[in-house]
């Protein structure tokens, strides 16, 4: 049988070095879609020892169960959080990480809404992660791996025109608010989700992961080994006009505002530090 590296680096990692060392605070991480997450939570895993546990809320499965509960229907789109359903999984997934926080889990991944339960009664015990990237192009590699997983078949020439697109465009609003149905130019909705942001304790930018490899050490007290997975096959070689690059920046302009504000609060803390 064979067995991936993945899987090796994840054995010997809780099996050998994380009985050594582990992480020296419970977090949580909050998975922004094609942000890198992938890597990093595995990253994660690995330095987590057995005798602790670690909560995977997983994407397609909690969508699949709430296909089922939903419609009856064993079906991943029923409920895909960036359809007309999406409020349904985001809920259910914030009552598994409530529940885990709960059950003094270690580490919670997941594609997560910020949860103000998690804030006000477990925030003390846990500590927030998360990778951002720049906006546009977390959009479009968000449009191609869902065409990749066949999640769409819009036509790249249409999808600035479509809802999916304000859903690709809004992923920082949108996870930061807790609300699937977001309003891009709403200034409370912005202001909100940069408050939240104020409240993780790291901030990674994809861009940059030398960074986030040393801030994570700084902050745990262990070293992350990050492979590179979930890396979508279609790679973007669209050759923008001005005129729909303007359309995507103006789509994407409350995600900008909230990526430009967590490079003020790193630097801020890379300040006072």
């Known amino acids: 049988m064979k067995v991936s590296k ?7 990692g809780r099996g050998v070095i994380a009985l050594l060392k582990k ?8 998975h922004m879609p094609k942000c890198g997450g992938t890597s990093i939570s595995n990253a994660m895993y690995a330095t987590i020892p057995f005798y602790k546990r670690v909560a995977v809320i997983d994407a397609m499965s909690t969508r699949i169960a709430c296909g089922l509960d939903f419609r009856q229907i064993k079906d991943q789109m029923i409920c895909h959080e960036d359809y007309d359903n999406g409020q349904v999984v985001f809920d259910f997934r914030k009552n598994l990480l409530e529940m885990h926080a709960a059950w003094d889990t270690y580490l919670v991944h997941g594609h997560l809404f910020y949860s103000e339960n998690i804030e006000k009664y477990y925030k003390d015990e846990y500590k927030y ?11 479009i590699s968000n449009y191609h791996f869902a065409k990749q997983m066949k999640e769409t078949q819009i036509k790249f020439e249409d999808y600035i025109d479509s809802d999916l697109a304000v859903k690709h465009a ?6 930061l608010t807790g609300k699937n149905n977001v309003n891009i130019i709403d200034r409370s909705e912005i202001e909100l989700a940069k408050k ?8 990674g930018m994809l861009d940059d992961l030398s960074k986030f490899e040393s801030d994570y050490r700084k902050l745990f007290g262990v070293k992350l080994n990050i492979p590179k ?14 005129d729909v690059e303007r ?4 789509l994407c302009s409350a995600d900008y505002e909230i990526f430009e504000y967590a490079k003020e609060i790193n630097q801020s803390r890379l300040i006072g530090s």
């Open 170 to 175: 809004s992923v920082y609003l949108r996870y």
């Open 229 to 242: 997975m979930n890396v979508g096959k279609n790679k973007s070689n669209e050759k923008l006009s001005p």
């Open 23 to 30: 992480p020296r605070y419970k977090s949580i991480f909050f």
């Open 247 to 250: 359309k995507f920046m103006e």
């Open 6 to 12: 993945q899987k090796i680096n994840l054995a010997i």
């Open 129 to 139: 992660v998360t990778i951002m990237r720049d906006p546009l192009s977390r959009m």
């Open 196 to 203: 939240r942001l104020e409240k993780f304790d790291l901030i």
